[in-house]
């Protein structure tokens, strides 16, 4: 109906545009330089289907305001100085006078919109047609139906196929239902029903409500209705799932350091989360210095921040245990205030050197966007921290298992005075270990700066979850914290769609406090007759 | 190991030098404030809302040394009870305004009034009777602190564990008082308070009264908590502390010492709170914050762990510091902190009261004018 | 039968993360009766006093004490039937005073409420003097107990568990580090306690075991291996074998 009245417009345009006297070039492209919005946008949809060999690049040009017109109806594509008739393709060595650029209004980027799908659908490349068949599936633009069938009726690749069909059933579908149509519909709601997704769902709901439609069109929409809710649920579980995996998987890499130094020297250091601030602005200021010397290097400045992190705040850390934590020794609770006024000086360093407002660290293209798995989003940033976390508990596993140092740690965290005794030099291990802790925190801190603000607070608000896990999980068991920081990952993400993110929180906060008085030792305790309560 | 050894019997005379001190100066402060701006001597109502707020958190350091310097639990959380105490007075002060806010309504504060509701929600009964208010102040975190204590100590969660616990504890809450959703004015917290009992809470007299009762309910407190700590069970605490397993077999139950003087610090800590809110004049979720809990540890640091005049003198003391500070240098503040509680902890293990002690350390304890009486009846 | 025995440890098992620290053990006391409990390094000793004062709860077992079944109870209650212990390592409460050690132990008041209003009595007075004397500690009446001697701390720990007024003693290596006076000296002590209270010591001192001349049960890898006579024991080729074989 829209089709055959645009059409009339074009005709009567083009009937006008003979008959007026002295106006130059009366064709396809003529009413684009009209001062009627509507006859621009009538153009627009009949320029598409027109053939004309010029079209693409003039809608293209369209759509980037880079469309001019002059006051006798020439047409322009002008980028700076570089001026072509629109027309011919020709470029003009001087630029006309007079040029004006082509407004667009809401109505004209509509026709655009469909026009450039209308024309996407016959472009050589699959991925283009693809993508057209995707824009037309989200329009359900009656007027597209004849050029749907033209592209199905040519179309190979299975995938496009697939995709138009689905178009053409959102198309079928959006309209309202005739007489004799049945099959048609029937067809359609299947097609839709495979393709899934909340669109198909809002059309097939509005199908299995409409009293007009009939009765058998109406039950088939209600039953596909039922399975693509139930499919989004399912995906939205795992999403969920994902999210709790990436949560999770974040706690891990802040929550591994402080376990190990909690375990070694039974010291909780109150200045972990101030130490992956730290990591985060080692990340930025390596991807500034890279930026400045090798600028052809910036993708990769990520990777090169993570061996950084760690060594700056290792060395932080070993610097910390040295010159503070071992003057503590023996006094856990007082190492913990202490280490509370040196994340306060951290903090308010930081904030003194950066300003207190968030910095940018940028997300390197690789790590940019996501992809789709099934009706998942998988972000590529998240994706990458939780294979990281897994390499960082990997590599710390086997420190600990395969080194004489990781042997050392071990030994120290279930009898220091038996370790010190068999000649282990205790000083030398807790320094390393609460360096190992703080190199672990700079590599959460490479992490989190790639989803999360980097401030001079950072640290504030993964410290109080950090600690959830440690004591969670239970001391001197890495598969402990793994299990904690999962659990209370993915507990969160769980709870968040049905009570909200910050009584998800909440909820999570007050589980463990009950949990821990329930296993006051964590969840992996070490259990005998040495341990004392 | 334990740096307490060195006064095995403990008097704590200085506790009531300590009471009648709060209570002059309180109460000479308020007089200050009532004499004629032109005087030299009169007192502005900013100095005495401040010295309003010291004294609020002096109870506060007071209830966190009852717990940490007798029973050893190092508390990162008893700003909660604080905070808790605080918006029960807060409730109160609010139904006070009546019909005077800006939506004019009698019954309903602006804040929900503004979130659209109706009616008060059931927590909110009972909240225009100053009597009930003063109960809940007490109350609320009275029971908050038994709930969570028994749980606790019975699993027999200590040291580290327990000290984060609580600090997920005020964590927790902080993120619940922040939601408007839980009925107490979400972000802004409760403010804009005009009157207590019917006196205009922004009148010099009303000010100055306020101040006095904060002097004389922290005396009262200050003396309470040395009946406990000088009783018999001040020494069970102790021996708790110290050595709990030994307690446990001696058939003494160290849950249930240790959850009573949870209570009562939680309770005072609360008093505390609802004093500073009559006085500052606004209670928030910020209150709530795992910083001011560890920071009002530091006051009983610095102050002297285990020795009540400690804790006041502490969070007197810090506070002017942390006033002047912020008015001069306010970026150096956060450094001066930090300081604070790095120094303390490695050089003054024992506070300015373990300083003092050590200053005066030449003088022998026996020549006290209580011992001196007894030697000269029995002569 | 099992009315006339106070402490009746019966097929007692618990294991430490796979590790079997005590395997059937059984063991009984009659009433009034010591014993001394010997054993190598790992025999499961510890635990068995673990066991027996609710420290540690066993897999599988009864431990009765009268006709009490301990192992329902927590160590406050079990404490308060009437089972002191000492434990290996003297264990007083450094930053109070002697006698405020002491008053603590009494017999008596156990509920927070009605220590907070106790005041000392007239009897709790006289008992405090007694223990003193009997332990020789008058002179350090109001000195606190972190500044004594570990000899004195030894002994202020046993006048704490004989303020306790308990029926059974359960004496954890009371002589390590001990002088050979002093431990002749604690072996006339515990004699002297014996004969108003059953008690049970382990120690690895033959000599002090021998000068207690009671029944003495030899542990090995949680369970019982012999018991008897020291001189019994001692002729027993598989003690030998656990003692010197290996």
Not at chain 1, 193 to 205: C, N, P, S
Not at chain 2, 235 to 246: F, H, P, S, T
Request: net charge neutral.
């Amino acid at each position: 109906m829209l089709k055959a009245r645009s059409a009339c417009l074009v005709a009567a345009l083009w009937l006008g545009g003979a008959l007026l006297p002295g106006v130059a070039h009366a064709d396809a492209f003529s009413g684009l330089s009209s001062a009627r919005p509507d006859e621009t946008a009538a153009t627009v949809s009949a320029l598409a289907g027109s053939g004309a060999p010029q079209a693409g690049a003039v809608l293209q040009a369209l759509g980037e305001r880079h469309l001019f017109t002059t006051p006798d109806g020439g047409l322009y594509i002008r980028h700076g100085e570089a001026c072509i008739d629109a027309r011919t393709g020709q470029p003009v060595a001087v630029v006309p006078d007079g040029l004006k650029p082509i407004r667009l209004n809401n109505r004209i980027r509509t026709a655009l919109a469909g026009a450039q799908a209308e024309m996407g659908l016959i472009a050589p490349q699959a991925d283009i047609r693809l993508k057209a068949a995707d824009a037309l599936y989200g329009r359900h633009d009656p007027a597209m139906l004849l050029a749907l069938d033209h592209a199905l009726s040519v179309e190979k690749d299975r995938t496009v196929r697939t995709r138009l069909m689905q178009a053409r059933a959102a198309t079928i579908l959006a309209q309202p239902p005739g007489q004799g149509a049945q099959d048609a519909r029937l067809e359609a709601v299947r097609s839709l029903a495979a393709a899934g997704g909340l669109e198909a769902r809002g059309i097939l709901a509005g199908v299995a409500r409409s009293d007009a439609e009939a009765l058998p069109v109406r039950h088939a929409a209600q039953a596909a209705v039922s399975s693509i809710d139930w499919h989004l649920r399912a995906w939205g579980v795992l999403q969920n799932a994902f999210y709790g995996l990436s949560y999770g998987s974040v706690l891990l890499l802040a929550a591994t350091g402080l376990a190990i130094t909690f375990g070694v020297m039974g010291v909780i250091n109150m200045a972990h989360g101030e130490m992956m601030m730290i990591g985060a602005y080692v990340t930025w200021m390596v991807q500034q210095g890279i930026r400045a010397t090798i600028p052809a290097l910036e993708p990769v400045a990520i990777l090169v921040a993570i061996p950084v992190a760690f060594a700056v705040c290792g060395a932080l850390g070993v610097l910390i245990e040295r010159g503070l934590i071992r003057f503590l020794y023996g006094r856990p609770l007082e190492t913990l205030l202490a280490t509370w006024g040196l994340s306060l000086i951290l903090q308010q360093a930081v904030r003194s050197i950066f300003g207190p407002t968030n910095i940018a660290v940028q997300t390197p293209a690789w790590l940019s966007g996501s992809v789709a798995v099934g009706g998942m989003d998988i972000t590529l940033n998240r994706l990458a921290i939780l294979v990281f976390a897994g390499l960082v508990l990997g590599g710390l596993m086997l420190v600990l298992r395969r080194t004489p140092l990781g042997l050392q740690m071990r030994a120290v965290t279930q009898n220091r005075r038996m370790a010190a005794l068999m000649g282990i030099r205790t000083p030398r291990v807790d320094a390393l270990a609460f360096g190992l802790g703080a190199g672990l925190a700079g590599l959460a801190g490479v992490a989190v700066s790639q989803i999360d603000n980097v401030s001079p607070n950072l640290g504030q608000s993964y410290i109080i979850d950090s600690f959830m896990v440690v004591v969670f999980g239970g001391v001197g068991n890495l598969w402990g914290t793994l299990a904690a920081a999962m659990a209370l990952g993915m507990g969160g993400k769980v709870l968040e769609p049905t009570i909200g993110a910050v009584s998800a929180k909440i909820a999570i906060l007050v589980l463990v406090i009950l949990y821990i008085q329930r296993h006051p030792r964590g969840m992996f305790p070490v259990r005998g007759r040495g341990v004392e309560s | 190991m334990n740096p307490f050894s060195t006064h095995g019997t403990r008097s704590f005379r200085g506790v009531i030098w300590m009471a009648a001190a709060v209570v002059v100066a309180a109460g000479g402060l308020a007089m200050a404030s009532l004499l004629p701006e032109g005087n030299p001597l009169h007192a502005s109502a900013f100095v005495v809302s401040l010295a309003g707020k010291y004294l609020a958190y002096a109870m506060l350091a007071l209830s966190v040394d009852l717990v940490w310097g007798f029973a050893g639990i190092l508390t990162l959380g008893h700003a909660a009870f604080f905070a808790l105490g605080g918006y029960a007075m807060g409730m109160y002060l609010m139904r006070e305004i009546g019909a005077r806010g800006v939506y004019g309504n009698a019954s309903l504060p602006d804040f929900m009034i503004f979130l659209s509701w109706k009616s008060l929600p059931w927590y909110w009964w009972g909240s225009d009777h100053f009597a009930w208010a003063a109960f809940l102040v007490l109350a609320v975190p009275g029971v908050l602190a038994g709930v969570f204590g028994w749980l606790a100590f019975r699993s027999r969660v200590s040291g580290v564990y327990l000290s984060i616990i609580t600090q997920a504890l005020t964590y927790a809450l902080m993120l619940a008082f922040f939601q408007n959703g839980l009925g107490f004015g979400g972000n802004n917290g409760l403010t804009d308070f005009k009157d207590i009992l019917g006196a205009d809470l922004h009148a010099p007299m009303t000010r100055a009264v306020l101040l006095v009762v904060t002097g004389v309910l922290l005396a009262a407190s200050l003396l309470a908590a040395r009946f406990v700590v000088g009783s018999r069970f001040g020494n069970l605490l102790v021996a708790v502390r110290d050595a709990e397993n030994r307690t446990r077999f001696l058939g003494y139950r160290p849950d249930q010492v240790k959850l009573l003087v949870w209570v009562f610090s939680a309770m005072i800590a609360g008093l505390g709170g609802a004093l500073y809110v009559t006085q500052v004049g606004i209670i928030n979720p910020g209150e709530f914050a795992p910083a001011n809990s560890i920071e009002s540890v530091i006051w009983v640091a610095v102050g002297g762990r285990g020795t009540l005049c400690g804790a006041v003198l502490g969070a007197i003391l810090v506070n002017l510091g942390k006033t002047l500070f912020t008015a001069w240098l306010p970026e150096f503040w956060l450094y001066g902190l930090g300081l604070l509680f790095i120094c303390t902890t490695l050089f003054l293990p024992q506070g300015i009261m373990g300083l003092w002690r050590h200053v005066r350390k030449p003088a022998p304890e026996e020549v006290t004018p209580e011992v001196s009486d007894t030697q000269g009846d029995e002569t | 039968m099992t009315d006339d025995l106070l402490l009746d440890v019966r097929d007692v098992s618990v294991t430490f993360d796979g590790f079997r620290a005590i395997n059937n053990l059984s063991l009984s006391l009659r009433p009034g009766e010591m014993r001394a409990i010997v054993g190598p390094n790992g025999a499961g000793k510890t635990t068995m006093m673990d066991i027996i004062t609710g420290k540690t709860r066993p897999d599988t077992g009864t431990v009765r004490f009268r006709d009490r079944d301990l192992t329902r109870l927590d160590e406050p209650s079990i404490a308060r039937l009437g089972i002191g212990r000492k434990f290996q390592k003297p264990t007083v409460f450094e930053a109070l005073s002697v006698s405020e050690n002491l008053l603590l132990s009494l017999k008596g008041i156990r509920s927070p409420f009605a220590v907070l209003m106790a005041r000392r009595s007239e009897r709790e007075h006289e008992r405090i003097a007694h223990l003193l004397q009997l332990t020789r500690l008058q002179a350090m009446a109001d000195q606190p107990a972190g500044g004594m001697s570990h000899g004195q701390k030894q002994w202020l720990e046993i006048g704490m568990l004989m303020g306790q007024e308990p029926d059974l003693l359960l004496v954890d290596e009371p002589v390590a580090g001990m002088t050979d006076a002093e431990t002749m000296a604690t072996a006339d002590l515990l004699r002297e306690i014996n004969r108003t209270r059953s008690v049970v010591v382990v120690e690895h001192d033959m000599d002090f075991v021998r000068a207690l001349g009671v029944t003495v049960t030899v542990l090995h890898e949680g369970s019982v291996l012999a018991e008897g006579t020291l001189d019994e024991v001692s002729a027993d080729p598989r003690v030998i074998e656990v003692y010197l074989g290996r």
